[in-house]
């Protein structure tokens, strides 16, 4: 067996690496905070099937709460979990703390779905963990469009699907692929 042949299977048994030799993007090592400031291990989650988005509280794509309200209502007594990730990298569309950011979604849209801080999703300072949903060969090596972008993640924290901001949250390209994550 040679040096790369080695290299390959045991970072496949790790997990970093499919058959291919394919970097899997996972984000169970990010840590993040929520919108209280608190630490929270996205390893946490593990067993879980998530829906990560860029929301914003000014954007013309802003209603997709309810839509993401009611499928986190629909699947989370099975296993699928929401996470909010407020941003202001697009128009100033988010301008608010995260005190009221966290009162404008509960008020406007009794969003229950876990909320997080205010993150970047461009540039130098973009987040880590929106630097794995958008940089790997899975789901694409292009930045994130505008608000309400959505990233769906398997129940071992593998990144496996992205929705652009136009794709509502109920569509069946987003329905049908958590119901059969959540079979696995």
């Not at 608190?38 to 914003?56: F, M, P, Q, R, T």
Request: charged letters at 25%; hydrophobic letters at 35%.
């Amino acid at each position: 067996m040679n040096t790369k042949t080695l290299i390959l299977t045991i970072s496949s048994l790790l997990g970093i690496f499919n058959s291919k030799g394919e970097h899997k993007p996972n984000i169970t090592n990010i840590v993040v905070k929520d919108i209280n400031m608190k630490e929270v291990k996205l390893s946490d989650y593990k067993g879980k099937v998530l829906l990560i988005v860029n929301v914003a509280s000014k954007c013309g794509f802003t209603k997709q709460y309810e839509g993401l309200q009611r499928i986190y209502d629909k699947f989370k007594d099975k296993g699928f979990v929401i996470l909010g990730f407020p941003c202001n990298d697009f128009g100033g569309q988010e301008p608010g703390t995260n005190e009221e950011i966290k009162q404008f979604c509960s008020l406007t849209y009794s969003v229950n779905f876990p909320m997080f801080d205010k993150v970047k999703v461009l540039g130098d300072d973009k987040s880590p963990l929106f630097e794995v949903l958008t940089n790997n060969t899975k789901t694409g090596k292009s930045d994130i469009k505008w608000n309400f972008e959505k990233f769906l993640i398997d129940k071992n924290g593998d990144v496996i699907d992205r929705f652009r901001s136009i794709t509502t949250p109920e569509s069946s390209n987003i329905t049908s692929l958590i119901e059969k994550e959540l079979a696995k």
